[in-house]
T-cell receptor, first 116, second 110 residues
Framework: NAGVTQTPKFRILKIGQSMTLQCAQD?????MYWYRQDPGMGLKLIYY???????DKGEVPNGYNVSRSTTEDFPLRLELAAPSQTSVYFC???????????????FGPGTRLTVL | GQNIDQPTEMTATEGAIVQINCTYQ??????LFWYQQHAGEAPTFLSY????GLEEKGRFSSFLSRSKGYSYLLLKELQMKDSASYLC???????????FGTGTRLQVFP
């Protein structure tokens, strides 16, 4: 199993450009997540999905969009890139087993995005 | 709302023991996670506590007190490779989301 994969690993964007960060998992996990991590900070949840066709906002959704057409893929779209979106983006997945269960999240390697 | 506090930085010596504390406030507590994150890498799962008490896993142990909103991660026989950030995260069944603290950067010196 490859686990959680993300592409690209690095990207530089100009202000106003758009791009899609790709995320895929091969563990048949129902839950998937997008986080951003700014230098010296913890992870902030952007969007998450509890299954194909279902997405919901996290703490910092503004400026981003997601879709979940399949169980495996969860792309993150930036429509009009801004310098404030310079960050490291992590995708994660988990198999939700209910309350009180581990529900461990597995993370991809991250995408380092710089907006100039 | 939810709030998680942990120290920003800690230092320790190789072979020693270090305890990283985490305090939290949340509604609908459904478990606390500890993740390890080496610089430039993704977080990796260390431990999960949902009931009070100590969970031991090799050199690492994690403790939880739900009544005090408190957890700690205990690292024994420290090695240089343990130099990393340690993230405390709380799961709320009200929101079904993990909320992360800002992380504790641990530096282990020879």
């Amino acid at each position: 199993n490859a686990g959680v994969t993300q592409t690209p690993k690095f990207r530089i964007l100009k202000i106003g450009q758009s791009m899609t960060l790709q995320c895929a998992q091969d563990m048949n996990h129902n839950y998937m997540y997008w986080y951003r991590q700014d230098p010296g900070m913890g992870l902030k949840l952007i969007y998450y999905s509890v299954g194909a066709g279902i997405t919901d906002k996290g703490e910092v959704p503004n400026g981003y969009n997601v879709s979940r057409s399949t169980t495996e893929d969860f792309p993150l779209r930036l429509e009009l890139a801004a310098p404030s979106q310079t960050s490291v983006y992590f995708c994660a997945s988990s198999h939700y087993e209910g309350q009180g269960a581990g529900n461990e999240q597995f993370f991809g390697p991250g995408t380092r995005l710089t907006v100039l | 709302g939810q709030n998680i506090d942990q120290p920003t930085e800690m230092t320790a010596t190789e072979g020693a023991i270090v305890q990283i504390n985490c305090t939290y406030q949340t509604s609908g507590f459904n478990g606390l996670f500890w993740y390890q994150q080496h610089a430039g890498e993704a977080p990796t799962f260390l431990s999960y506590n949902v009931l009070d008490g100590l969970e031991e896993k090799g050199r690492f142990s994690s403790f939880l007190s739900r009544s005090k909103g408190y957890s700690y991660l205990l690292l024994k026989e420290l090695q240089m490779k343990d130099s990393a950030s340690y993230l405390c995260a709380v799961l709320s069944y009200n929101t079904d989301k993990l909320i992360f603290g800002t992380g504790t950067r641990l530096q282990v010196f020879p």
